[in-house]
């Protein structure tokens, strides 16, 4: 059974600081995903990673993939405001694609001005 | 990017009673829809694999013949929640891969907040 585990669960930081998210995935695979949800809403895509050494970028937000390690990170840069959320990772076991995804426990993230 | 629409987006309806939730995607062909769930403040939980002309395919634990799937067409998915308890309330959120895309990337709902009374 695969499992997807993410830390820290709460993340408290202050504007203008940096940080990272970590998704550890108990097996092999190629396909990792990271969303954003705000509260009462539905997923935000942020980063699709689809091979080992993938690295995307968008802002503030930067997202790699290490296959090997089974580890994935988020990446926050000089964080503000808007970047309060709860973000997940999710793991897809084929490599095929439009497979069941296995989320992580989810990490809320607030920023404190 | 694709967009996958949910209705309703909110119901509240009596314990015993059934409610349907429909999952459409509105811009391109799905044959296989996912539904998750999501209790307050925890993660998305796989429900069900739906797929179109066939047979919903349910994970461990998700009762068949209480969340009852549909995939009628390849734009359409329903779940019904049958005999709704109280437990049942949720948010349900589906989800469906666009293969016009390289990736293969699933694309969510807005999701469905039910509340059972």
């Known amino acids: 059974e695969l499992k997807v585990e993410q830390n820290p669960l709460f993340l408290s930081m202050q504007e203008g600081k940096n940080y990272t998210i970590y998704c550890n995935y108990s097996?092999?695979?190629?396909?990792l995903y990271w969303y954003r949800q705000d509260p009462g809403k539905s997923l935000e895509s942020l980063f699709v990673?689809?091979?080992?050494?993938a690295v995307k970028q968008e802002g503030r937000l930067m997202a790699s993939l290490d296959t090997k390690a089974r580890l994935s990170t988020l990446h926050i840069t000089a964080a503000v405001h808007d970047l309060s959320a709860t973000y997940f990772c999710a793991v897809e076991e084929s490599n095929f694609g439009n497979e069941k995804l296995t989320f992580g426990t989810g990490t809320r993230l607030t920023i404190i001005p | 990017g694709a967009v996958v629409s949910q209705h309703p987006s909110r119901v509240i309806c009596k314990s015993g009673t059934s409610v349907k939730i429909e999952c459409r995607s509105l811009?391109?062909?799905?044959?296989?829809m996912f539904w998750y769930r999501q209790f307050p403040k925890k993660s998305l939980m796989l429900m069900a694999t739906s797929n179109e002309g066939s047979k919903a395919t349910y994970e461990q634990g998700v009762e068949k013949d209480k969340f009852l799937i549909n995939h009628a067409s390849l734009t359409l998915s329903t779940l019904t929640v049958t005999s709704a308890h109280p437990e049942d309330s949720s948010f349900y959120i589906c989800?469906?891969?666009?293969?016009?895309?390289?990736?293969?990337?699933?694309?969510f709902g807005p999701g469905t907040r039910l509340t059972v009374t």
């Open positions: 097996t092999t695979s190629d396909r």
């Open positions: 811009d391109f062909q799905a044959t296989t």
């Open positions: 990673l689809l091979s080992n050494g």
């Open positions: 989800s469906a891969g666009d293969p016009g895309t390289s990736s293969y990337e699933q694309y």
